[in-house]
């Protein structure tokens, strides 16, 4: 009977130590940002609203998404070591992103870029766009309580400006 629950107890410990060795985005980030030439920025809640109250009211519908942005993580890697790079890339490429719904995915001969969401309701809770290219590796996380609209109206901005840009 004792040997059975010890069984029991050891399989237990070795699914939630698996669990915690997968990780999530969170995680990832956290793990790369102190290494050699990596670039991080941490935008708080606290720093958003400052950023906020200074910033010019140009657009309205823009200043209205950012009031609903809680928190900005950027990790930008592009002048790691080639290892650096390989070792982020094989990380993501373990990622599960549970959770999350793939938005947007863009593969080319240099770049590997996807957009992830997670949502709650009609709400985005967290957009994460990783690029684990050859070159250019990064990842950005986004937190607050955006309205899917406004994020699918950006998105539709962007792509109107690059469509116009290369037409020129």
């Keep these: 009977m004792k040997t059975k629950r010890q069984t029991s107890i050891a399989l237990l410990l ?53 009031r609903h942005i809680s928190s900005v993580k950027v990790l930008d890697m592009e002048e790691c070591n080639a290892e650096t790079k390989r070792e982020f890339t094989e990380t993501i490429d373990r990622l599960e992103f549970d959770g999350y719904e793939l938005l947007a995915k863009v593969n080319d001969a240099t770049d590997n870029v996807s957009v ?23 990842m950005v996380m986004v937190k607050g309580k955006i309205h899917e609209k406004d994020i699918n109206r950006l998105l539709l901005e962007d792509i109107v400006k690059k469509t116009y840009t290369h037409k020129k």
Excluded at 34 to 49: Q, T
Excluded at 122 to 131: F, G, M, Q, W
């Design 14 to 66: 070795s699914a939630s130590m698996l669990t915690a060795c997968a990780g999530g985005a969170g995680d990832i980030i956290s793990d790369f940002k102190d290494r050699k030439n990596a670039e991080y920025v941490h935008v708080p809640k606290m720093l958003m609203k400052i950023g906020m109250a200074m910033a010019v009211k140009d657009d309205e519908e823009d200043m209205e998404i950012a």
């Design 116 to 138: 992830h969401i997670r949502k709650k309701g009609s709400y985005i809770r967290e957009l994460l766009v990783v690029n684990n290219g050859h070159d250019d590796c990064m």
